[in-house]
């Protein structure tokens, strides 16, 4: 069984960082596309980052070259490197895998997903 469970969340001031982790369990890391999104209150879900089995990265336009996804196979772990963080930002934050339909506009409908972590930026 696929398990997800995400941590590093928390609040930070406009222009700090954070680093989110997921753990995963229940299958092998690499043999999944994994992605992170985010959902903002009130609106819709929207994919973030994208990671495939070869190490291939993909980024939402309003993230990229402040963002970076990684994982390591051997801790079992994906994680994203968020820097110069804005206040539009601000959202819950999931990681997901999928083993088909890897794209980072698809990733809110990845078959798997983790409970969140809380991401708030202030101005």
């Known amino acids: 069984q696929v398990q997800l469970v995400e941590s590093g969340g928390g609040s930070v001031q406009a222009g700090g960082s954070l680093r989110l982790s997921c753990a995963t369990s229940?299958?092998?890391?690499?043999?999944?596309?994994m992605g992170w999104l985010r959902q903002a209150p009130g609106k819709e879900r929207e994919g973030v980052a994208l990671?495939?089995?070869?190490?291939?990265?993909t980024y939402a336009v309003s993230v990229k070259g402040r963002f970076t996804i990684s994982q390591d196979n051997a801790r079992h772990t994906l994680y994203l490197q968020m820097n110069s963080l804005k206040p539009e930002d601000t959202a819950m934050y999931y990681c997901?895998?999928?083993?088909?339909?890897?794209?980072?506009?698809?990733?809110?409908?990845?078959?798997?997903r983790g409970q969140g972590t809380q991401v708030t930026v202030s101005s």
């Open positions: 990671i495939l089995s070869t190490g291939t990265t």
């Open positions: 229940g299958y092998t890391l690499s043999s999944y596309c």
């Open positions: 997901a895998a999928s083993r088909s339909a890897c794209t980072v506009a698809w990733t809110p409908n990845f078959p798997y």
